[in-house]
């Protein structure tokens, strides 16, 4: 897919990126890279802001 295809390219791909995408109607699984690993948050600012955004 074209978004995996962007995952690929310099320099995204030395970056340490995470994505996990769902459907929330339907909980299929859209888009995944990198979901299985950990990561430290940048921020819990930017969670909380995804969480409101996401409730929306």
Known sequence: ???RGFFQTEPISQLHVGVYAV???????LFSHNEDKKFIPASNQKILVTAAA???
Do not use: C
């Not at 929330?24 to 699984?29: A, D, P, V």
């Open 1 to 3: 897919s074209a978004i």
């Open 23 to 29: 459907d929330l109607s339907s909980g299929r699984e």
């Open 54 to 56: 996401m409730s929306l």
